[in-house]
């Protein structure tokens, strides 16, 4: 069965730090383009972050920018979203995807930001 993963999410504080994975089985992410979408309650999916097959390339949307890293381990096959200095806004369910000719959606991890 081919599918990702998605683990990590939870409740932390303003300011606070979490790190999620995506992590796929039944297929392999070496030549898959990764990234990560929220949705907060509300409000239409928002793109955060994408990095390339060989990780050499990233991009992040202007929200998270400087406080989020994205990043990839093909030995593992997993990919990490290294969120820091969060904010109530981030709140959101976070879906990574993998993509090349087709895309995989996982199933979505809960981040709550909330003193």
């Known amino acids: 069965q081919l599918q990702l993963v998605e683990s990590g999410g939870g409740l932390v504080q303003p300011g606070g730090s979490l790190t999620l994975s995506c992590a796929a089985s039944?297929?392999?992410?070496?030549?898959?383009?990764i990234g990560w979408f929220r949705q907060a309650p509300g409000k239409e999916r928002e793109g955060v972050s994408c990095?390339?097959?060989?990780?050499?390339?990233?991009n992040y949307a202007d929200s998270v920018k400087g406080r989020f890293t994205i990043s990839r381990d093909n030995a593992r096959n997993t990919a990490y979203l290294q969120m820091n200095s969060l904010k109530p806004e981030d709140t959101a369910v976070y879906y990574c995807?993998?993509?090349?000719?087709?895309?995989?959606w996982g199933q979505g991890t809960q981040v709550t930001v909330a003193s």
């Open positions: 039944g297929f392999t992410l070496d030549y898959y383009t």
């Open positions: 990095i390339s097959s060989s990780g050499g390339s990233a």
């Open positions: 995807y993998a993509r090349r000719i087709r895309i995989y």
